[in-house]
């Protein structure tokens, strides 16, 4: 297995534009974590899928984000519009209960929002 | 929710001396315990890990202890050498199968 694939590695983009991440999670894994890695704030939960389906948002910092997971092997963090704050590394991670909860992480995504 | 605080937010040792570091849970429902080794640049990658119903699990130089009382658990590194150098994170995995992340160590070893 290829691990779990992100999509872009490194994205710069100017301030207002509209920025998508992209996450192909571990086969057979059914549960996809999007988190946020900064300095300040370290690695924040920002929304939780388990079967496709959102089971926790409350970590999303505002209405220009959101996240949609259309099939278990693709899921999508959207940022519309950017601002310079939202630059961090955005990590997607995957996990299954059976036969364990071991969670991996992708690659990330260094977003730089200029 | 879970409440994960991890302590100290950096370490420096010198080659050869072991490391130690402590994390805090709030949630007695969790009931996995990973921890996580990031070098810089590079994703964080999964170590060493221990269920509830486990007290202490080694792996060659590394070993995490689990006290579900006082709930709290720590990552022990022996015999440290300068690879180890990295930000290490622990983390609490609650009955939501959400994963709950401390705020890191920076662990240096000096040559």
């Known amino acids: 297995d290829a691990g779990v694939i992100q999509s872009p590695r490194h994205e710069v983009t100017e301030m207002g534009q509209e920025v998508t991440l992209r996450c192909k999670p571990i086969?057979?894994?059914?549960?996809l974590f999007w988190y946020r890695q900064t300095m300040m704030r370290g690695l924040e939960l920002l929304i939780y899928f388990n079967n496709n389906v959102p089971i926790d948002d409350s970590g999303m910092p505002e209405d220009r984000f959101s996240a949609k997971m259309p099939n278990a092997s693709f899921s999508t963090l959207k940022i519309q519009p950017s601002e310079p704050r939202d630059s961090a590394v955005y990590f997607c991670a995957s996990s299954s209960r059976t036969p364990n909860e071991k969670l991996f992480f992708g690659s990330g995504t260094q977003l730089s929002v200029l | 929710g879970e409440n994960v605080e991890q302590h100290p937010s950096t370490l420096s040792v010198q080659e050869g001396d072991s490391a130690v570091i402590k994390c805090t849970y709030s949630d007695s429902a969790s009931n996995y315990f990973p921890w996580y080794k990031q070098e810089l640049g590079k994703r964080p990658q999964l170590i060493i890990d221990?269920?509830?119903?486990?007290g202490e699990k080694k792996d060659q130089r590394i070993a995490v202890t689990l006290n579900k009382t006082a709930k709290h658990f720590s990552l022990h590194i022996t015999e440290t050498q300068p690879e180890d150098s990295a930000v290490y994170f622990c983390?609490?995995?609650?009955?939501?199968?959400?994963?709950?992340f401390g705020t890191g160590t920076s662990l240096t070893v000096i040559p």
């Open positions: 983390a609490a995995m609650n009955t939501g199968n959400q994963f709950y």
């Open positions: 221990i269920r509830s119903n486990v």
């Open positions: 086969s057979g894994h059914n549960s």
